[in-house]
């Protein structure tokens, strides 16, 4: 499982570079947005401690919109939260140590080891 697990890092690490950086191209062109939050807060969710990400959520404008970004999402129990994770490969939830792929990750995992059923869960 390693040199899957590690392939599913990687890809993700890209998709969060490239979402982070779409984010900047918004917030230089038109500012923090509603689009602009839903990309930082994605990042955050895929890759919490990645460092540009760090480094855009240190200006606290930024900070804010991912926060009300969240919250938004987070509305009626999380029940438009599949919106913000279905791009991502895994979900980091800092707050319960947790890290759970996605659907579209344990399918391509199941259909690669031949498998009919994998639940994967890891804890941080």
Not at 27 to 35: D, I, M, N, S, V
Not at 52 to 80: C, G, P
Request: hydrophobic share 40%.
């Amino acid at each position: 499982m390693k040199p899957r697990i590690e392939r599913i890092f990687r890809k993700q690490k890209n998709f969060v570079a490239n979402i982070l950086a779409e984010a900047e191209k918004i917030l230089e062109e038109h500012g923090p947005t509603p689009e602009a939050g839903v990309h930082i807060f994605r990042a955050y969710r895929g890759l919490p401690k990645n460092n540009k990400l760090m480094k855009v959520i240190s200006e606290a404008s930024y900070k804010k919109l991912m926060q009300d970004t969240e919250l938004e999402y987070l509305r009626e129990k999380a029940k438009n939260m599949h919106i913000i994770d279905e791009e991502l490969y895994f979900v980091i939830d800092e707050k319960n140590n947790s890290i759970e792929l996605t659907e579209k990750v344990v399918k391509n995992l199941r259909r690669e080891a031949g498998w009919k059923k994998i639940s994967l869960c890891f804890l941080i």
